[in-house]
């Protein structure tokens, strides 16, 4: 079975400094691995994936992830943050053989101090 | 553009109530998820649809049922509403394939009085 730790719960940057959000995964083979933000009140929006290839993935709003499969890790990063990335991020893993279905962490709250 | 949509932001229901949730997706997927959203627990995956009249069990699937009479829509009920059924709950829908994302509504935030 898969499983997904993002160990940190909360994360405080200011506007215009850099981010990483940490994302840990298990899984026995290369798995597809998923980056989404929720904005208060809001459902999931996708922002970006890794299924096979480059191991750097450019997503939407200027959000990047590199697969590290050495660390089990796909990190998200933005060079410079905007107010409006204050949100809740969720990583997700899924299988290969699971039909569709993905596992998600807990989520990292993100502050964004002016 | 994918849309899936939830019939109620916000529900306010009584315990011992019977609850229907009702989730419509328009671009044709296979598979539809619902889940509970609470603080401190990320997405926990109650039930899952692969196809018409077809679902498996999630991992919190006690005290809901649900129901898929027709492609685009997928119903979860909660037969005899609680207060721990308080939850935001998100439906999601996706290809069947392995690997694709899913594409997610709004959410419904129900709170059982």
């Known amino acids: ?114 | 553009d994918v849309k899936v949509t939830q019939s109620s932001r916000y529900l306010v229901k009584r315990t011992g109530e019977k609850v229907f949730l009702e989730c419509v997706q328009d671009m044709d997927h296979e598979n539809m998820f619902w889940y509970r959203q609470d603080p401190g627990l990320g997405l926990r995956l109650i039930y899952f649809s692969y196809d018409v009249k077809m679902k498996e069990k999630g991992d919190i699937p006690e005290g809901y049922s649900v129901s898929r009479e027709k492609k685009e829509r997928f119903s979860l009920i909660l037969e005899s509403a609680s207060t721990n059924q308080t939850s935001m709950y998100l439906c999601a829908s996706s290809l069947r394939q392995g690997g694709y994302e899913q594409y997610f509504g709004p959410g419904t935030r129900l709170t059982v009085t």
Do not use: M
């Open chain 1, 1 to 114: 079975a898969q499983s997904v730790t993002q160990p940190d719960i909360h994360i405080t940057v200011s506007e215009g400094a850099s981010l990483e959000l940490r994302c840990n995964y298990s899984y026995g083979a290369t798995p597809y691995l998923f980056w989404y933000v929720q904005s208060p009140g809001q459902g999931l929006q996708l922002l970006l994936k890794y299924f096979s290839g480059d191991t750097l993935v450019q997503g939407i709003k200027g959000f990047e992830a590199e697969f590290k499969r050495s660390q089990s890790s796909f990190n998200l990063r933005k060079p410079s943050v905007h107010w409006s990335d204050a949100a809740e991020y969720f990583c997700a893993v899924g299988a290969r053989t699971n039909a569709g279905k993905s596992t998600f962490g807990d989520g990292t709250t993100l502050t964004v101090k002016p």
